[in-house]
């Protein structure tokens, strides 16, 4: 299985839900962070007995399993396929950029991708899903609300267009990131529009204005890397805003990334 969608869409979580609703619960969901998986970890991983990827009947999730190493892709398609991973283990992948385009420019493997996509989800940015804002801010709200002990049950109706109308680069996780703000400094049993306002403007990402940092004596390739590496952290790495931001395309933006490492 497949769950695809930017960061803080929820993968992670909505695979942890499909994982507990199966059969496969009875045993321990295994999880590898493939941003951390270096060759040195992959074959400690590989060579050790007592690893699961030996063993019959887990759940074995491959987070972010975009950021893998090309290499790692090979050897870990020849693993799942030599040692039949995918009949003993049920496994899952997550990925926060559009494999299948990955794929079509020779950025990703498409043995790896065909081990993983017989079942895909696509999980929509709350950009694309405005409609969603609301409903999850009440549900998320009531959690927050009982979690600190407060008496926060609803928005004043300005503050609820705020919500709705802020971009959520960062999706779910930076919604609930707001709403515990908001909670916190809260006064009321509805939040108001001034604090909502004021909350959410500092998570507003600041317009890129080039810098003296950037040195500029540099090849202009190496200029471009530092151009690339201060938008993506000024945009939370945050692979579709960063590449708007640039003017160019996420599978560009990629192909970028992956030619500095």
Known sequence: MLITGEVGTGKTELTQYIYCLSQHKKAPLITIDCKELTRKSWNTLINNDKNPFHDVGYSILFDDISCLHPSLQRELNDYIEGTNMARRHRLYATSSVDLAHLVKNNQFSLPLYRSFCG??????????TPELILPLAAEILEWISKKFSKDCGGFEDEAKVLLQEFPWPLNIIQLVAVLQQLVINSDGFIITTELTKQVLDKETPKEYVPSTMFDLTKPLAEIEQDV????????NMNHSLAAKRLGIGRSTLWRKITNQQ
Request: no cysteine; aromatic share 12%; glycine share 0%.
């Open 119 to 128: 079942f895909t989800i696509n999980l929509k940015p709350l950009a694309l």
């Open 228 to 235: 690339i590496m201060y938008v993506l952290r000024e945009s």
